[in-house]
């Protein structure tokens, strides 16, 4: 895709963005919020009910940053303009917002013939349903303002067929997909549209999927938010529609 639109190379400028993350109680999703509040942005965590949330967000306000908790489910439509409605209450119009909640789906992983059709239903509507409906939320009043950058969090089982991997794949796959289209539809809107492949990571959704993995030998989640953040602001090497890995972007970063 051709974009001629100088805004959508714009560079976001962390310190005092308004910035949204989902899936951010732990793992990735914490480790993006807590870097982003250390660059200086507003952050508002998203994630179901837990303590880990609440010591999330205290971590964050500990260290002096701003951040702020919604418990909130992505996969129920019903919640998504009361999360777009607090947040932007609580910080103003998002700047940023990164979709990384996510779900596996049953495990053990299975294979596509033993997986049930409510469990891909549910698959579908945490990392792909939920994705778009908030998207489309946001990124609505990003162009209206004509600046803003969503990034959707992807996985290397969105481009291999991984056997058992088969709902979570298909999801990220569609997502990665929506990210083109987003970018192709808004590039000229100054709205910034990319998917990231963060790798494979030491978190618990690693842990739940691949129980027998070392971790040592997995990214750390620290690190690779680092990376995305690089991405953020970055546009020349991140534009509009890009699918980036993680990992690549820091081996040429070195």
């Not at 919604?70 to 990164?98: E, F």
């Not at 910034?192 to 494979?200: F, H, I, S």
Request: proline content about 4%; aromatic content about 2%; overall charge negative.
């Amino acid at each position: 895709m051709h974009t001629s639109s100088t805004q959508t190379n714009s560079i976001l400028n962390l310190h005092g963005a308004a910035a949204l993350i989902t899936g951010a109680s732990r793992g990735l999703g914490r480790a993006l919020a807590e870097a982003l509040a250390e660059a200086g942005a507003r952050v508002v965590l998203v994630a179901r009910a837990s303590p880990e949330l609440d010591g999330a967000v205290a971590a964050i306000r500990s260290r002096g940053g701003e951040a702020y908790a919604i418990a909130a489910d992505l996969g129920d439509k019903r919640s998504i303009h009361g999360i777009t409605g607090r947040a932007s209450a609580l910080v103003g119009p998002l700047d940023l917002l990164i979709n990384n909640a996510s779900t596996l789906g049953a495990t053990p992983l299975r294979l596509l013939l033993d997986t049930e059709c409510e469990d891909l239903e549910r698959t579908l509507a945490v990392n792909l349903v939920g994705p778009f409906r908030l998207t489309k939320v946001v990124a609505g009043s990003m162009a209206l303002r004509g600046r803003g950058v969503v990034v959707n969090i992807s996985s290397d089982a969105a481009t291999e067929a991984y056997p058992e991997w088969g709902g979570y794949a298909v999801s990220k796959a569609a997502l990665d997909h929506l990210t083109r289209v987003w970018a192709a539809e808004l590039g000229e809107r100054g709205v910034r549209m990319l998917a990231v492949d963060p790798g494979e990571m030491a978190t618990a959704m690693h842990a739940a999927a691949i129980p027998d993995a070392d971790p040592d030998t997995l990214a750390r989640p620290e690190t690779v938010a680092a990376s995305i953040l690089s991405m953020i602001g970055d546009p020349s090497r991140a534009p509009t529609g890009a699918r980036l890995s993680a990992s690549q972007w820091g081996e040429a970063g070195r």
